[in-house]
């Protein structure tokens, strides 16, 4: 069956970086255009960025615009988010999702001095 688990978070001072991974599997993930998106502590759902499948085309938020860049590794079968200059606005649950009839569990990301 699909399965998407993602990995990387944790707790990162402002201005600082992390890189988030997804691991894909049970279907052809370079077949698929790939999707992370967030939740802040009490808010909706948030899209954050978009890679079509070979990674020639990625789209993303106005707020992560410039300081986000989505990856993916077919050979690997994993998606990436490279995340620079993170702000305490960024702080949410990451999840990786194969839009949009799959999602992973999700990764926290938490940005505070």
């Known amino acids: 069956q699909v399965q998407l688990v993602e990995s990387g978070g944790g707790l990162v001072q402002p201005g600082g970086s992390l890189r988030l991974s997804c691991a894909a599997s049970g279907f052809t993930f370079s077949s698929y255009y790939m999707s992370w998106v967030r939740q802040a502590p009490g808010k909706g759902l948030e899209w954050v960025s978009d890679?079509?499948?070979?990674?020639?085309?990625?789209y993303y938020a106005d707020s992560v615009k410039g300081r986000f860049t989505i990856s993916r590794d077919n050979a690997k079968n994993t998606l990436y988010l490279q995340m620079n200059s993170l702000k305490p606005d960024d702080t949410a649950l990451y999840y990786c999702?194969?839009?949009?009839?799959?999602w992973g569990q999700g990764t926290q990301v938490t940005v505070s001095s």
């Open positions: 999702a194969r839009p949009w009839s799959h």
């Open positions: 890679i079509s499948t070979g990674g020639g085309s990625t």
